[in-house]
């Protein structure tokens, strides 16, 4: 069901407005959904959802940590506190969850777990769910999936994640485990999104070279020469270099370290460990997680698209602004303090569209 719609104030190749769902995922373009098609392939939305944001306890406005990425009808979860599957339903994120990342095993990350598990099994959920962990804690991730005794009707994997492994290996994107310092067994995650051929020079293909558009076209974009009208035309005639996909890389909890550095080089979204302010720079030290201000310069070393700190220790109570403000002084404001419901949508880095943020209410 797409109604209720609204424009986009965008048209696609055929002229035809695109309009979307509200607060969903879905977009359409009337009549013709080929069209839709088209216009969605080479748009492809991205949308970062944070459900929990508070640092290792719950407060009345933030759940701990949990975020869903939504890739083009994709929904991966990473981190799952206590109350993410409430969280995910006063966002709006859907269900439809094949793979969740964790990134350790304190409390604060997996307790949401078991709850979870067990709404997909009354809900029926015949499809398997694959749960990635920190190496050597596969076997207490499968306890606590179990810990009421029932086990889900649907098939659930747990698998070890060591950093450096592609634990996800998609079509168009691929999730590695990245190694983060958290004195625990503990991976981050880097979705990195595969290029994207080249645009394809309609113009020119017909009216310089003749050609109608059909399967000599998919030949030349899939970079293979054609016979026509006597001569061989090259794919790099008509087709552009090949263009940057995204990448997006949560940390979970940690301290600063280089192999972040490394993993968020270019990323479009660094999404960091940001407990605390430079007041408290020695508990983040002791408790091996960061302060804003770290995070601010492990984003502005590997040259981070934006930073979006998270994990707010309960210390600091509001939106955080002066962690925020600490970071601004290392990173403008390329960075923000995350909050729950706040919706992230990453463009391509070639696009024209804004990298944007808003709130889900
Ligand atoms: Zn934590
Ligand atoms: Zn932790």
Not at 99 to 113: I, N, Q, R, S
Not at 127 to 134: A, E, G, M, S, Y
Not at 237 to 248: H, K, L, S, Y
Not at 301 to 329: F, V
């Amino acid at each position: 069901m797409f109604s209720p719609l609204s424009d986009t104030g965008l048209t696609d190749s055929a002229g035809i407005t695109v309009s979307r769902c509200p607060k969903r995922t879905e977009w359409v373009s009337l009549p013709n959904r080929q069209t839709l098609y088209r216009w969605v392939t080479d748009t492809h939305a991205m949308r970062v959802t944070f459900l929990g944001t508070s640092g290792a306890v719950p407060t009345t406005e933030r759940n701990p940590s949990a975020l869903v990425v939504e890739r083009e009808g994709d929904r991966l979860l990473f981190d799952c506190g206590e109350g993410t599957q409430r969280q995910m339903m006063r966002f709006e994120t859907g269900f439809g969850v094949g793979h969740v990342f964790v990134t350790h095993l304190h409390g604060d990350h997996v307790l949401g777990l078991p709850g979870l598990v067990q709404t997909w099994d009354f809900n029926e959920r015949d499809k398997p769910l694959t749960i990635h962990t920190p190496a050597g804690t596969g076997s207490r991730i499968e306890s606590l999936v179990a810990a009421t005794g029932q086990r889900p009707s649907y098939p659930v994997e747990v698998r070890e994640a060591t950093a450096g492994d592609v634990v996800l290996d998609h079509e168009d994107y691929e999730v590695r485990a990245i190694e983060v310092n958290h004195r625990t067994n503990a991976v981050g995650y880097a979705l990195v999104e595969d290029d994207r051929k080249g645009r394809f020079d309609r113009q020119k293909a017909e009216e310089e070279l003749g050609l109608s558009p059909g399967p000599e076209y998919s030949k030349l974009h899939d970079g293979e020469p054609v016979e026509h009208d006597g001569r061989t035309i090259q794919p790099e005639e008509v087709v552009g270099p090949a263009r940057p996909g995204r990448t997006v890389v949560y940390t979970g909890d940690t301290r600063p370290t280089d192999s972040v550095i490394e993993a968020a080089e270019n990323a479009d979204l660094l999404i960091h460990d940001g407990s605390f302010g430079d007041d408290h720079h020695e508990r983040a030290q002791k408790t091996a997680h960061s302060t804003a201000r770290e995070a601010a310069t492990v984003a502005r070393d590997a040259g981070a698209k934006r930073l979006a700190l998270t994990h707010l220790s309960t210390r600091y109570t509001g939106r955080g602004w002066q962690l925020e403000d600490q970071a601004k002084e290392v990173f403008d404001d390329r960075v923000f303090m995350a909050e729950d419901g706040m919706r992230v949508e990453i463009p391509y880095p070639d696009a024209d569209r804004e990298f944007s943020i808003e709130m889900v209410s």
